[in-house]
């Protein structure tokens, strides 16, 4: 499956860039998949989130993404960056929830 059309994927389910732990030595996971097949920038989370986590982040990362009005797919790592450093400040979220999502690729 080719996907280098697309520029970006945002996958907010649980676990989307963690492997299988009966197969330990295999690196896929859904979000590498998608890198794989083409998709240039990738940001899934390594361990279970909450619904609440996943709308503030993303209500933050999409706004630092396309704060000038234009999508671009080369601003995801930093736009997540900033989105991440936003949760940091509220002490009350458990640390495990500020840095649950990780980026890969360009």
């Given at each position: 499956?080719?996907?280098?059309?697309?520029?970006s994927?945002?996958?907010?389910?649980?676990e989307?860039?963690?492997g299988?732990f009966?197969?330990?030595?295999e690196v896929?996971?859904?979000?590498?998949?998608l890198?794989?097949a083409?998709v240039?920038?990738?940001?899934?989370?390594?361990w279970?989130?909450?619904?609440?986590?996943?709308?503030?982040?993303?209500?933050?990362?999409y706004?630092?993404?396309?704060?000038?009005?234009k999508?671009?797919?080369?601003r995801?790592?930093q736009?997540?960056?900033?989105a991440?450093?936003?949760?940091?400040?509220d002490k009350?979220?458990?640390?495990?929830?500020?840095?649950?999502f990780?980026?890969?690729?360009?």
């Amino acid at each position: 499956m080719d996907l280098s059309l697309h520029q970006s994927a945002f996958l907010s389910a649980c676990e989307t860039a963690v492997g299988d732990f009966a197969t330990p030595d295999e690196v896929i996971h859904l979000a590498a998949g998608l890198q794989f097949a083409g998709v240039k920038s990738v940001i899934g989370t390594l361990w279970k989130v909450t619904d609440s986590t996943v709308q503030r982040l993303v209500e933050a990362f999409y706004k630092n993404l396309c704060g000038d009005g234009k999508m671009n797919s080369k601003r995801a790592a930093q736009a997540l960056h900033q989105a991440v450093h936003s949760l940091a400040r509220d002490k009350e979220m458990p640390l495990d929830q500020r840095i649950v999502f990780m980026h890969i690729g360009a």
